[in-house]
């Protein structure tokens, strides 16, 4: 009986029949290759079509490490490529023929029209590169980008977080902890001193790169295609990527701007399981990562690292500015920025933001607390899954809530798991009141508001999910807002001065035609990713029903 890993392997690698190879050679922009025995096809870091193998073999090829490692044989009736050919992405990995190659060579476009026009055929296609990424994901030596420098530096922290939120697969060296780390900085030509650094492969070395410079190196944000879109999607939580799915699927042409990465806040969760469809639970990176893909399938330009500064509202249109000086217009605006977790009030926070105090609990951040006791604050869903997660590599996790009853705010399924965990003290009616270390944190001090009682806990970790402020601070003053920064929408714009048609706002419209809101941005949402999806879906319909007016 095969086991799960033969399982993911007979997806990510299967053999097309002859019908099938013949579907891609009636694709009108499929082009026939012939390589040589020997010929290089193409190197990690290259935005390369898929390949379809009517006869011969293609070595796939780890390039990035010491040594080039072969990833796998393709041979006829297979076919090449990954996740990073439907994202627009540079490829992760090299190809040489092994002998005498005829194939078909489809680019990105040509594959996304294949699939959509052939379910069957893209349903392969797609389960093995999804497959195919999970097995690099989880291959211990494949090398990815590399990521060297210290676990507690603000700046490795940073980048670590940003690849990782963005997808891009990469290997971490702890400037402290890895015995290989002197024997890299010395191939590369780097000193310590100039760590964080990411090299790709030994030929391109970021010391310290900003989040533009990861985003333009590995594909990230993409180059506009368009002057005028039918819908520009600012965020892509939930909401956006919901919205860009049903958008390009029915034909809009949608852009989507994200200015950090994909998921927004429930893209940091490690199991959301209330999610209708997934009993056992997903996580929000998987989430994220199959709506990334669903979004691409469907011809929707997604970039990130693009943040969005300004907006102006000209002749009905929405004019936006991007931070790289860049601009689009758009018929219809729908505004998915999220919200933000909010900041505990207390000395030292600061100071150890991303050396010790975080607002996501994942496997970055769990490697800094792995065996030790860490602290969670915060009374709502988002604290209790990092509880949940924390509590199964840290040694306790103290989660210290404001308010006097643990289900107040949170799910009551969370709430009795976090009480039946052995290694989890909860702290009820309690609040940080300070926290202390050197170059991270060391210990937190916390203060039970109805005793009194000040304990100190020695932690290199404190993750901080205390309610959110919205991210509306680039808005326009046309666009109205709540006392807490939330947009107003729909029937609460009835009586409002700045909505001057004739006709009442749609459910989601903003006090200007054709500017829609979605998700925790909106005033009066509910913080739920279902609800996320369902509002970020809805907004197309209204989108359809303001393009019938213009």
């Known amino acids: 009986m095969a086991g799960p890993e033969e399982d993911l392997k007979s997806v990510a690698f299967p053999r ?21 025995a020997g010929e290089r096809l193409f190197h990690a870091g290259d935005r390369v079509p898929v390949l379809v193998i009517r006869s011969g073999e293609i070595e796939i090829r780890d390039e990035l490490g010491d040594a080039p490692k072969t990833i796998v044989v393709h041979r006829a ?7 990073s050919q439907i994202m627009g992405r540079p490829t992760v990995a090299g190809a040489v023929a092994r002998t005498d190659v005829d194939a078909l060579a489809i680019d990105a476009d040509a594959l996304r029209e294949l699939m959509n026009r052939s379910p069957a055929v893209g349903d392969v296609i797609l389960q093995a590169f999804i497959a195919r990424r999970q097995l690099l994901r989880e291959a211990a030596n494949f090398t990815g980008a590399r990521v060297i420098g210290s676990r507690y530096g603000h700046d490795t922290f940073r980048i670590r977080d940003f690849l990782s939120r963005n997808r891009v697969l990469y290997t971490f060296l702890d400037l402290e902890a890895d015995p290989d780390v002197a024997h890299v900085l010395d191939r590369l030509g780097v000193k310590p001193d100039d760590t964080p650094v990411v090299a790709w492969g030994c030929k391109l070395v970021l010391k310290n790169p900003s989040n533009v410079d990861l985003a333009q190196t590995f594909g990230i944000s993409r180059p506009l295609e368009h002057e005028m879109y039918d819908l520009a999607i600012v965020g892509a939580g939930p909401s956006g990527l919901a919205a860009a799915v049903y958008g390009a699927s029915e034909g809009l042409r949608t852009v989507v701007l994200e200015s950090t990465a994909p998921g927004g806040q429930a893209g940091a969760s490690m199991r959301i399981e209330n999610y209708l469809g ?11 990562e199959r709506a990334m893909v669903q979004v691409s399938k469907f011809g929707a330009l997604l970039s990130a690292g693009a943040p969005v500064v300004g907006l102006s509202l000209e002749g009905g249109y929405a004019l936006l500015t991007l931070e790289d000086g860049n601009s689009i217009t758009a018929k219809c ?9 909010r900041k505990l009030d207390v000395e030292g926070c600061e100071r150890f933001e991303g050396r010790g105090v975080y607002y996501a609990a994942t496997p970055n951040e769990a490697q800094v607390c792995r065996g030790r006791e860490v602290v969670v604050v915060g009374g709502g869903n988002s604290a209790g899954q990092a509880v949940v997660y924390l509590a199964s590599v840290a040694s306790r996790v103290h989660l210290v809530v404001r308010k006097p009853d643990l289900y107040a ?27 202390e270390g050197d170059d991270h944190l060391r210990s937190v001090e916390v203060e039970s508001r109805s005793t009194g009682e000040v304990a100190t806990i020695a932690t290199p970790a404190l993750f901080s999910f205390i309610g959110a402020v919205p991210r509306t601070d680039w808005l326009p003053e046309e666009i109205e807002r709540d006392a807490k920064g939330f947009v107003v929408t729909g029937p609460s714009l009835v009586n409002s001065s700045r909505w001057s048609p004739k006709r009442p706002p749609f459910l989601l419209e903003t006090t200007r035609p054709g500017v829609f809101a979605a998700g925790d941005v909106r005033s009066g949402s509910v913080k739920r990713v279902a609800s996320a999806v369902g509002e970020g879906a809805m907004a197309v319909q209204f989108v359809h029903e303001y393009l019938k007016e213009l």
């Open 333 to 341: 605006l729908l505004i998915v920025t999220g919200a933000e977790y």
């Open 409 to 435: 705010n949170m799910s009551t399924y969370l709430a009795r798991r976090i009480e039946t965990t052995p290694n989890v003290q909860v702290r009820l009616s309690s609040v940080v009141r300070r926290m």
């Open 77 to 83: 009736g297979n076919f090449t490529g990954e996740l």
């Open 278 to 288: 997934f009993p056992t639970g997903i996580t929000g990176a998987e989430l994220t």
């Open 16 to 36: 097309l029949s002859d019908a099938e190879i013949e579907s891609f050679a009636r694709c009108p922009h499929a082009v026939p290759r012939r390589y040589a």
